[in-house]
């Protein structure tokens, strides 16, 4: 969405046509997965097809997982419709022609790494503060334009979650004449669009034109509109200053002319604009343009061009490990970063919540995450599409106990969150792929049918293991005993294709990345191959024992924790000195994570020869 700056009316309220209203998901809902209800909206439309879903950003800044938002939200959305048996183009505008209108602290490479302005060519923008952003250099060198580097990092972030969008670029659609109609219907009617925007912006007066032309002397976008010749297709300008925030950026004061395609339409129209020139049939959106853009937008629709704006879908954001994003701080995550400690099957999860709730996105509980997807997934190998109960190997389960609206969220949610994952996995005979080059590939039409197949059969042997688990197997660096230790534990069974036991065993490479990068209980390396060499007096050896017959009995963590204590005080052992030992026994290190949970996440036969001195 556009980041061009508002001024609410809020003195002139206007009413809004009971079919705009946003918050679609409040109040109760045909179908428990709402996507589900979304795409039931857009149908009673009875909409041409291919049917239009739309994202789209301002480039600004470093492109996050936030501003994925619209397009996996669209995504399930349109996943929906051709679950229905309809045509769906999901497109994502980048409104690459808005002026830059202040540096951001920090951009990001085309890999999604996160630098500071100074660490590339910060003169590239700052030498070009008021110009599009495709007419601005792009500060790596990389891409042609700023605004196609910006571009090129959100059709990367969605490739690598194999969701099918469709990038549009603003400036391509003015310099190839799809804005000039519209514009000149503006124009025309621009007393009628005066009026119906006057309701929402306190700057609207009787010389406000809805068009900022391109000077073509500096380049800069400016605002100050002279005279209007919608016949001839111009406009006669003077290039002044623009407000942004608390500065100004200054125009060269040039006279000149601008044809339609040489400027662009303010935002307020731009975005209603796109939905004519798109065919627009839903957009999804944040609260922000929920409560400001959007009802000055479906106005415009209406009352200035004539048509009926999509079905809309207010969404709130989520939040960054408790804080909001911030580009320009750097409190931000890149889909790539996610991607290296998670499956792309658990983000995509995170987006089928329900959208007009708010939520924490939280790195450091990523183990949280992972169990309810894991648990999501259970259920829908639970429940079968007829409603009768089995298990993922088609035995009989009761069930009685079983969520039914969890059930139906995950009959609905869980064919489309796994989709692009079976298509990287399985190849077009639907066999597995060993190391496939791609953790998502998009579905096409044709293997539509034959991932949903997999998805209720053999895929249904998968085996995952448990997050946290993983990353105690990621403080071994040997597979072999990783593998060792997970079949051990039943975790793995040993009849387990090939193909099963490599997927299994995938999560440990993404749980050990999250251990390193949070810094949590796991970020340390066990020592299970060799004992470490550690002097223990007989009163020392003989606690040890007793802590190692009570580990054999007892998996609670609070309780071993709590048995640590009480052992070293039945001993007369300093408390510190004897987690040392602990320490010393399984890191070869004076210290470590909080040891009873820690033990009680191990493999109970590793921890009790280890405290018995025996392995």
């Given at each position: 969405?556009?980041?061009?700056?508002?001024?609410?009316?809020a003195d002139r309220p206007r009413e809004m046509h009971p079919d705009d209203d946003p918050y679609v998901l409040q109040g109760p809902q045909p179908h428990a997965f709402w996507a589900e209800s979304v795409a039931e909206k857009?149908?009673?439309?009875?909409?041409?097809?291919?049917?239009?879903?739309?994202?789209?950003?301002?480039?600004?800044?470093?492109?996050?997982?936030?501003?994925?938002?619209?397009?996996?939200?669209?995504?399930?959305?349109?996943?929906?419709?051709?679950?229905?048996?309809?045509?769906?183009?999901?497109?994502?505008?980048?409104?690459?022609?808005?002026?830059?209108?202040?540096?951001?602290?920090?951009?990001?490479?085309?890999?999604?790494?996160?630098?500071?302005?100074?660490?590339?060519?910060?003169?590239?923008?700052?030498?070009?503060?008021?110009?599009?952003?495709?007419?601005?250099?792009?500060?790596?060198?990389?891409?042609?334009?700023?605004?196609?580097?910006?571009?090129?990092?959100?059709?990367?972030?969605?490739?690598?979650?194999?969701?099918?969008?469709?990038?549009?670029?603003?400036?391509?659609?003015?310099?190839?004449?799809?804005?000039?109609?519209?514009?000149?219907?503006?124009?025309?009617?621009?007393?009628?669009?005066?009026?119906?925007?006057?309701?929402?912006?306190?700057?609207?007066?009787?010389?406000?034109?809805?068009?900022?032309?391109?000077?073509?002397?500096?380049?800069?976008?400016?605002?100050?509109?002279?005279?209007?010749?919608?016949?001839?297709?111009?406009?006669?300008?003077?290039?002044?200053?623009?407000?942004?925030?608390?500065?100004?950026?200054?125009?060269?004061?040039?006279?000149?002319?601008?044809?339609?395609?040489?400027?662009?339409?303010?935002?307020?129209?731009?975005?209603?604009?796109?939905?004519?020139?798109?065919?627009?049939?839903?957009?999804?959106?944040?609260?922000?343009?929920?409560?400001?853009?959007?009802?000055?937008?479906?106005?415009?629709?209406?009352?200035?061009?004539?048509?009926?704006?999509?079905?809309?879908?207010?969404?709130?954001?989520?939040?960054?490990?408790?804080?909001?994003?911030?580009?320009?701080?750097?409190?931000?995550?890149?889909?790539?970063?996610?991607?290296?400690?998670?499956?792309?099957?658990?983000?995509?999860?995170?987006?089928?919540?329900?959208?007009?709730?708010?939520?924490?996105?939280?790195?450091?509980?990523?183990?949280?995450?992972?169990?309810?997807?894991?648990?999501?997934?259970?259920?829908?190998?639970?429940?079968?599409?007829?409603?009768?109960?089995?298990?993922?190997?088609?035995?009989?389960?009761?069930?009685?106990?079983?969520?039914?609206?969890?059930?139906?969220?995950?009959?609905?949610?869980?064919?489309?969150?796994?989709?692009?994952?079976?298509?990287?996995?399985?190849?077009?005979?639907?066999?597995?792929?060993?190391?496939?080059?791609?953790?998502?590939?998009?579905?096409?039409?044709?293997?539509?049918?034959?991932?949903?197949?997999?998805?209720?059969?053999?895929?249904?042997?998968?085996?995952?293991?448990?997050?946290?688990?993983?990353?105690?197997?990621?403080?071994?660096?040997?597979?072999?005993?990783?593998?060792?230790?997970?079949?051990?534990?039943?975790?793995?069974?040993?009849?387990?294709?090939?193909?099963?036991?490599?997927?299994?065993?995938?999560?440990?490479?993404?749980?050990?990345?999250?251990?390193?990068?949070?810094?949590?209980?796991?970020?340390?390396?066990?020592?299970?191959?060799?004992?470490?060499?550690?002097?223990?007096?007989?009163?020392?050896?003989?606690?040890?024992?007793?802590l190692a017959a009570f580990v054999a009995d007892h998996d609670d963590p609070d309780e071993i924790q709590g048995e640590i204590y009480e052992t070293a005080k039945r001993h007369d052992i300093d408390i510190g000195e004897f987690?040392?030992?602990?320490?010393?026994?399984?890191?070869?290190?004076?210290?470590?994570?909080?040891?009873?949970?820690?033990?009680?996440?191990?493999?109970?036969?590793?921890?009790?020869?280890?405290?018995?001195?025996?392995?």
């Amino acid at each position: 969405m556009s980041d061009e700056e508002t001024e609410p009316a809020a003195d002139r309220p206007r009413e809004m046509h009971p079919d705009d209203d946003p918050y679609v998901l409040q109040g109760p809902q045909p179908h428990a997965f709402w996507a589900e209800s979304v795409a039931e909206k857009i149908l009673d439309r009875d909409p041409d097809e291919p049917i239009v879903i739309k994202g789209g950003i301002s480039p600004s800044g470093v492109p996050h997982l936030g501003n994925m938002n619209e397009i996996v939200r669209g995504y399930f959305v349109a996943e929906a419709l051709r679950d229905r048996g309809h045509e769906v183009r999901q497109v994502f505008t980048a409104d690459d022609r808005d002026p830059l209108r202040k540096l951001p602290r920090k951009l990001a490479d085309l890999d999604g790494n996160i630098v500071e302005l100074g660490d590339v060519n910060a003169g590239a923008l700052g030498r070009n503060l008021g110009k599009p952003y495709t007419a601005i250099p792009d500060p790596f060198g990389c891409c042609d334009s700023y605004g196609e580097h910006f571009s090129n990092l959100i059709e990367r972030s969605a490739e690598l979650l194999g969701i099918p969008v469709e990038m549009v670029s603003n400036t391509e659609l003015y310099e190839e004449g799809e804005f000039e109609d519209l514009t000149r219907y503006l124009l025309e009617n621009r007393e009628t669009a005066r009026e119906v925007l006057s309701h929402y912006q306190d700057k609207v007066d009787d010389e406000y034109v809805p068009f900022n032309p391109i000077c073509e002397e500096c380049g800069k976008i400016t605002e100050t509109v002279t005279a209007v010749h919608p016949d001839e297709g111009t406009v006669e300008y003077v290039c002044t200053d623009m407000e942004a925030g608390d500065q100004t950026i200054e125009g060269c004061g040039h006279e000149g002319t601008a044809t339609f395609r040489e400027g662009k339409l303010p935002w307020r129209f731009e975005w209603p604009g796109q939905w004519q020139v798109l065919g627009v049939d839903h957009e999804p959106f944040g609260k922000d343009h929920a409560e400001g853009s959007w009802p000055s937008g479906s106005d415009v629709a209406r009352n200035v061009l004539d048509i009926e704006p999509p079905v809309p879908m207010a969404y709130e954001w989520f939040t960054l490990d408790g804080e909001a994003f911030s580009s320009s701080s750097g409190h931000v995550v890149m889909v790539q970063d996610v991607l290296e400690m998670i499956e792309p099957e658990v983000l995509r999860y995170f987006f089928t919540k329900d959208p007009s709730k708010a939520r924490d996105f939280s790195v450091e509980h990523f183990d949280l995450l992972v169990d309810d997807f894991d648990a999501f997934e259970r259920t829908y190998y639970a429940e079968d599409r007829d409603g009768d109960a089995h298990g993922a190997d088609g035995s009989d389960t009761d069930g009685s106990d079983a969520d039914e609206k969890a059930a139906e969220i995950a009959a609905a949610a869980y064919p489309p969150t796994i989709r692009p994952t079976l298509a990287a996995r399985f190849d077009a005979a639907g066999d597995p792929i060993s190391t496939p080059d791609e953790k998502s590939v998009p579905v096409t039409d044709d293997r539509r049918a034959q991932l949903d197949a997999l998805t209720d059969e053999r895929f249904g042997e998968r085996v995952r293991l448990p997050y946290t688990f993983a990353a105690v197997l990621g403080m071994t660096d040997d597979p072999d005993l990783r593998e060792e230790i997970a079949r051990r534990e039943g975790h793995v069974p040993d009849d387990a294709p090939e193909w099963v036991t490599e997927f299994a065993l995938s999560r440990v490479a993404r749980a050990r990345e999250w251990a390193r990068r949070t810094g949590n209980e796991f970020d340390y390396e066990l020592k299970r191959a060799e004992m470490p060499a550690v002097e223990l007096d007989d009163e020392t050896a003989a606690a040890l024992d007793e802590l190692a017959a009570f580990v054999a009995d007892h998996d609670d963590p609070d309780e071993i924790q709590g048995e640590i204590y009480e052992t070293a005080k039945r001993h007369d052992i300093d408390i510190g000195e004897f987690f040392s030992v602990g320490y010393r026994l399984f890191f070869d290190d004076e210290e470590g994570p909080k040891l009873g949970p820690f033990l009680a996440k191990l493999d109970e036969e590793f921890v009790v020869g280890r405290l018995r001195r025996e392995a």
